[in-house]
């Protein structure tokens, strides 16, 4: 069955450091979202992707970086980690279709900065 | 205001009732609209997608959507205890790309 996997589940680091979320799906989707939720907040577009190559920046963007270099991955990175981004991340894949397509949700990592 | 707008709840009903969860957008332009249900410690996942004005059903849950008014819902019929979860409201705005604005989402609690 078609998944959409992210890696590790929790991570702890500290301030300053880099850290990168994986995020791997086997749906063969070209898009490709990833998300911040907090308490309050709801989910937050962070960076999105319609394709290898393609990266743009969402609603949160300063102080992460995506990139696309095939169609199964779109790795997260945290250029230099910052207590306000202790976060659950959840990376998505869609369909390109017509319509705003239905979303599939991996299992979140739970991120904290110390 | 925010693009999308939920109550946070806690909306509390005992079982067997009607649950009704609402949601406004502030895009009059958008397309593509969407129910999420998340339970604690859970990734979202899509229970309702709905596109033209008026109802959609399916099974215990109908959606419903009107374009003028900028509002959509979403109503739990027979409510059960395992219904009791974060539902999060979803729009795909008039901007084209694929991008879906979520809401806060609103707490359900179902009482046995």
């Known amino acids: 069955d078609a998944e959409i996997t992210q890696s590790p589940r929790h991570k702890i680091t500290e301030t300053g450091r880099q850290v990168t979320l994986a995020c791997h799906q086997t749906?063969?989707?070209?898009?490709m979202f990833w998300y911040r939720q907090d308490l309050g907040h709801g989910l937050r577009l962070i960076h999105y992707s319609y394709g290898v190559q393609d990266t743009n920046k969402g609603e949160v963007s300063d102080g992460y970086s995506v990139s696309r270099s095939n169609t199964e991955d779109l790795p997260l990175t945290l250029e230099s980690a910052a207590s306000s981004q202790t976060s659950v991340y959840f990376c998505a894949s869609s369909e390109a279709s017509g319509r705003g397509a239905t979303q599939y949700f991996g299992p979140g990592t739970r991120l904290t900065v110390l | 205001q925010k693009e999308v707008e939920q109550n946070s709840g806690p909306l509390s009903v005992p079982e067997g009732a009607i649950a009704s969860l609402n949601c406004t957008y502030s895009?009059?332009?958008?397309?593509?609209f969407f129910w999420y249900r998340q339970y604690s410690g859970k990734s979202p996942e899509l229970i309702m997608s709905?596109?033209?004005?008026g109802d959609k059903e399916d099974g215990r849950f109908t959606a419903q959507l009107n374009k003028a008014s900028q509002y959509v819902s979403l109503l739990i019929r027979d409510s059960q205890p395992s219904d009791s979860a974060t539902y999060l409201c979803?729009?795909?705005?008039?901007?084209?790309?694929?991008?879906?604005?979520f809401g806060a989402g609103t707490r359900l609690f179902v009482k046995a």
């Open positions: 979803a729009v795909s705005p008039n901007t084209g790309g694929f991008k879906t604005i």
């Open positions: 895009d009059r332009g958008s397309q593509s």
């Open positions: 709905i596109y033209s004005n």
């Open positions: 749906w063969n989707h070209n898009n």
